[in-house]
């Protein structure tokens, strides 16, 4: 692995199921993000976390749930997957924290019908 | 409330120079990025200012105004691989990234 990861690259996801957007980093960042990015608007934080064990609620955090057992690995779950949720989903990391370049992964493309 | 503001296209010939303009009003002020985001792709890091003046790297340069809330993304020898899009993104006071909508840029030869 070298840099992020992000599984799936794409998903089509019924309404009401649950959906969990997997991240993995190897370069041993302490802060990870999710964005939302939608046709229009500027990426939107979802959740973040600054250090391992710890997560926080960004601009759009509602239907969403983040964990960060361990300093690698940053998962987005959305509990009850709704159409408003379609959308590309970044994870992102940065060394220290948000004044510090933060790295992208590839993305994934959910569609919720 | 918090307002990034960026044009929505622009277009430039091959070879040109093309500047990207970014205005802000945000809560506090700890920092302006700019990141380029290929159609399809993950945005990646350009620059950062955080004092007032131009910082230049390579063909690429960036400018801020603390006071008139005001950054500009310069891009010069423009190549068709610079077609992308170009986000401009403020850290406001609670260190809260604010990012704005992006501008399309269109290199036609």
């Known amino acids: 692995i070298a840099g992020i990861t992000q599984a799936p690259t794409s998903q089509i996801l019924a309404a009401g199921r649950r959906m969990t957007l997997r991240c993995t980093q190897d370069?041993?960042?302490?802060?990870m993000y999710w964005y939302r990015q939608d046709l229009g608007l500027g990426l939107r934080l979802i959740h973040y976390?600054?250090?391992?064990?710890?997560?926080g609620k960004g601009e759009v955090p509602d239907g969403y749930s983040v964990s960060r057992a361990n300093t690698d690995d940053f998962p987005l779950t959305l509990a009850s997957a709704v159409p408003s949720q379609t959308s590309v989903y970044f994870c992102?990391?940065?060394?220290?924290?948000?004044?510090?370049?933060?790295?992208f992964g590839p993305g994934t493309r959910l569609t919720v019908l | 409330g918090q307002n990034i503001d960026q044009p929505t296209e622009m277009t430039a010939t091959e070879g040109a120079i093309v500047q990207i303009n970014c205005t802000y009003q945000t809560s506090g002020f700890n920092g302006l990025f700019w990141y380029q985001q290929h159609a399809g792709e993950a945005p990646t890091f350009l620059s950062y200012n955080v004092l007032d003046g131009l910082e230049e790297k390579g063909r690429f340069s960036s400018f801020l105004s603390r006071s008139k809330g005001y950054s500009y993304l310069l891009l010069k020898e423009l190549q068709m691989k610079d077609s992308a899009s170009y986000l401009c993104a403020v850290l406001d006071s609670n260190y809260q990234l604010i990012w704005g909508a992006g501008t399309k840029l269109i290199i036609k030869p």
């Open positions: 370069m041993r960042h302490n802060a």
């Open positions: 976390s600054n250090t391992a064990g710890t997560t």
């Open positions: 992102a990391s940065s060394e220290k924290g948000e004044d510090n370049e933060q790295f």
